[in-house]
């Protein structure tokens, strides 16, 4: 029965980036033949939260700057959750990069901003989620259980 879902993690960690690069880049009003023509880049960090706190937009402000750690969760859990003893370091690294693809993906197709604030609160969720499993695996591993991921109760 265990082998039966052995690939679950792996389908919805794929699922998961689909349903990312969707709401990301591929979304509504994504043309290929508007290359290089709406996309904008903000190097400036928070610049957009402060309008949003100075209105009492605090739903919206909570939306962004939350949801853009809580999406990439997911991430950080799936690859320390596959982790054969790589550090914290490549998982967040890889994180980064993932992100760093999506924004630059939305600057190519126009499909979003690009900014540096998205990449650090993104790299942040990436942090989080691994550090989450981490620490999942050491709770079950001194427990006296014995972790099911590949990374079969290694500390990494």
């Known amino acids: 029965m265990k082998d039966k879902y052995k690939n679950l993690p792996t389908i919805l960690f794929w699922l998961y980036i689909a349903v990312v690069l969707r709401i990301t880049v591929f979304r509504p009003g994504f043309l290929p033949v508007e290359l290089l023509k709406n996309g904008s880049v903000n190097l400036t960090l928070f610049q957009g939260y402060v309008p949003l706190l100075k209105k009492g937009d605090w739903f919206r402000f909570l939306y962004l700057f939350v949801g853009n750690i809580i999406w990439f969760v997911p991430f950080g859990m799936y690859l320390e959750h596959k982790s054969r003893g790589n550090s914290l370091w490549k998982i967040v690294l890889a994180g980064f990069l993932f992100s760093l693809t999506i924004e630059s993906l939305q600057y190519l197709f126009g499909t979003g901003y690009s900014e540096l604030d998205d990449l ?35 500390d990494s």
């Open 120 to 154: 650090i609160l993104n790299t942040a969720g990436v942090f989080a989620g691994a550090v989450l499993v981490k620490g999942i695996k050491r709770h079950v591993v001194r427990g006296g259980g014995k972790y099911s991921g590949n990374a079969e109760g290694k």
